[in-house]
């Protein structure tokens, strides 16, 4: 059983878990084109951010949604433990997402990803929960190393 709640930025697993994070992109791009966040962006106002819990509260896997502008946020620092993989945790953290967005009355969710095999697994997983490819959003610019991707928000 997965448990969402919400991140305490304070916890040093859950920082450590970030960190581990950013040192899975480094080999993957160059550093223009890795748009991880520190964990020191993911306390700025207005970031909303969860963690996936096992029963026994093993950290599996994060979340965040940033605000790009009214009525559109950005998914990020999406990543599941490499031991949880395919068992779920990252669909129930992007459907978790979601779900917080459409009950604030969100329109539109948007990411980027990278565009190297390494990301094709989390591109496949978007895609399922409803990611499209779109160009870039906010301030991102066409890139060769990133995928953008936008689902417009049902508010039924």
């Not at 970030?18 to 306390?43: E, F, G, I, K, N």
């Not at 207005?46 to 790009?68: F, H, K, N, S």
Request: with cysteine; aromatic share 6%.
């Amino acid at each position: 059983m997965i448990r969402v709640v919400d991140a305490d930025l304070a916890d040093e697993t859950l920082v450590e878990f970030l960190s581990a994070h950013l040192a899975d992109m480094a080999p993957t791009a160059p550093a223009a084109s890795r748009h991880a966040l520190d964990v020191a962006a993911l306390r700025a106002p207005g970031v909303r951010m969860w963690v996936a819990q096992a029963p026994d509260d093993e950290l599996l896997g994060t979340v965040a949604l940033v605000p790009i502008d009214g009525g559109h946020d950005e998914l990020k620092s999406m990543r599941t433990a490499p031991a949880a993989r395919e068992r779920g945790v990252g669909r129930a953290l992007a459907l978790h997402a979601l779900d917080d967005a459409r009950a604030r009355g969100l329109t539109r969710v948007s990411l980027e990803t990278g565009s190297m095999a390494f990301f094709a697994p989390a591109r496949a997983l978007y895609r399922a929960v409803g990611f499209v490819e779109c160009d870039p959003f906010g301030t991102y610019r066409h890139d060769p190393n990133s995928v953008f991707m936008t689902v417009e928000l049902s508010h039924v």
